[in-house]
C-alpha cells in the first residue's frame, strides 16, 4: 500500500511505497545467439505479454496478434501510486498530515526491440511513443483525483533504470509536487509583471544570444541553459507556445521527434552512450490553457553525482558551462534520417 505524508518543513509530499523495492533487475544475464547479453526473461519482449500486467493500450496493426504490437502500455507492476487507494487527507495532530497513495503507474514500452536506444529508432517510431504519452496524459486527467501528470524516461542504472528494455514512465499525482508549483508560481509572478509568458521570453533570449543553441528546426528548439543544473544539460522548447504537452499537435509531433532523435544522438555519440533521466514538463490540472507556461522537454545526463553541498544547500554545482557543452556536442554532426555521421567541426549549434 501507497502513502503520502506532508512535510511541514518543505511544503511538499513525501511519497513512500515499499513494493517499489521489490522491483526486479536485471542482473541475471544470458548470452544471446549474436553474441549480446540478454535478460533471461524480458516482460517487455514480444512473446512475453502475460509477464505484464494487463494491458492498458498498444499500436498495433489492424487484427493483428496479441504480440504484433509496436507501442505498449501496461501498468507498473510495482507502482509508486496506484488507482484504488483512496485520496482522503488524514491528520494526526497538529504537524502530521497524511494521504492515501492514490494515483497511477504506467509503463510505456516504446518499441519491440531489447536493445534498441531510442535516438536509434526511425522517426516514425519515436512519433509513435510521443502520441502514446499524450493520449495517456489526457486519458488519466479525465480523472478528476489527478492533479499532476509526470512523465519522464530513465536511462541507465545511475539514473533509475531496473529493466534494460528501453520504456518510458508516467505517474498520476494526486497533489502537484512542489518543485512544478515553483515553476508555475515564477512563471505566474512574471506574467503578471511583464504580460509575456516566462519561457516565450527566455526562449527569444537564448535564440537571441545563439551561443547555447545546440539545434532546431521550424516548430522547436535545443539549447543547454544559461543556468544548466548538471553537465550537458539540455532542453527543448517549442516556438509555439502551449502551457500542455497534450495540445501539441500531430504535425509537430513528428517535428518533435526529429528534433529530440538528433540531440539524443549528440548526447549518445559525443559522450558515449550516458546515463540519463528526461522530464516533459506539462502544466497541471487547471492551468492547461493558461498563458504563463510553456510545456517542455528536459534531458538530464547523469555525469556526476549530487554530494554534500548540493544536498545540504539545495543548489547545483555543475562542472561544465553550457557554452562548452553545446560546442563540444556540436562537433558531433547528426541527422534525423541518418543517425551518426562522422565527427566533424561545426563550430556551433
Not at 515564477?186 to 545546440?214: M, P
Amino acid at each position: 500500500m501507497s502513502l503520502l505524508r506532508f512535510d511541514r518543513t518543505t511544503n511538499d509530499w513525501v511519497v513512500y511505497s515499499p513494493s517499489r523495492a521489490l522491483r526486479p533487475h536485471d542482473t541475471r544475464l544470458v548470452p544471446s545467439a549474436d553474441g549480446h547479453a540478454e535478460p533471461a526473461t524480458c516482460p517487455f519482449c514480444p512473446g512475453n505479454e502475460a509477464l505484464t500486467p494487463p494491458e492498458i493500450f498498444a499500436v498495433r496493426p489492424p487484427r493483428g496478434l496479441r504480440s504484433d504490437w509496436s507501442v505498449r502500455v501496461v501498468s507498473n507492476k510495482f507502482p509508486a501510486l496506484r488507482i484504488e487507494e483512496d485520496p482522503s487527507r488524514r491528520d494526526e495532530g497538529a504537524m502530521f498530515r497524511s494521504m492515501g497513495g492514490c494515483g497511477a503507474h504506467e509503463v510505456i514500452v516504446e518499441s519491440r526491440e531489447h536493445t534498441a536506444l531510442l535516438c536509434q529508432q526511425p522517426i516514425s517510431q519515436i512519433e509513435s511513443v510521443l502520441a502514446t504519452l499524450q493520449r495517456r496524459l489526457s486519458d488519466l486527467m479525465g480523472d478528476r483525483r489527478f492533479q499532476s501528470i509526470i512523465i519522464f524516461k530513465n536511462h541507465g542504472a545511475s539514473a533509475g533504470t531496473s529493466i534494460r528494455h528501453p520504456h518510458w514512465q508516467l505517474i498520476a499525482t494526486p497533489v502537484t509536487p512542489r518543485l512544478l508549483r515553483l515553476k508555475q508560481i515564477e512563471a505566474t509572478e512574471y506574467f503578471d509583471q511583464t504580460g509575456k509568458c516566462l519561457y516565450c521570453v527566455l526562449l527569444e533570449a537564448e535564440l537571441a544570444a545563439g551561443r547555447r543553441i545546440l539545434a532546431q528546426n521550424d516548430d522547436y528548439v535545443a539549447l543547454c541553459p544559461y543556468a544548466s543544473h548538471v553537465p550537458f544539460e539540455t532542453w527543448i522548447l517549442p516556438r509555439l507556445r502551449q502551457a500542455s504537452f497534450g495540445h501539441v499537435s500531430g504535425e509537430r509531433l513528428k517535428s518533435l521527434a526529429e528534433l529530440l532523435k538528433v540531440v539524443l544522438l549528440k548526447l549518445h555519440t559525443a559522450l558515449d552512450n550516458p546515463d540519463f533521466n528526461l522530464t516533459i514538463d506539462t502544466a497541471s490540472r487547471g492551468a492547461e490553457d493558461e498563458e504563463y507556461f510553456a510545456w517542455h522537454l528536459r534531458i538530464l545526463p547523469r555525469l556526476s553525482t549530487p554530494a554534500g553541498f548540493e544536498l545540504g544547500s539545495g543548489m547545483s554545482i555543475n562542472t561544465v558551462l553550457p557554452e562548452d557543452a553545446v560546442a563540444f556536442l556540436s562537433e558531433v554532426a547528426v541527422t534525423a534520417n541518418h543517425g551518426a555521421a562522422n565527427q566533424v567541426a561545426t563550430g556551433g549549434g
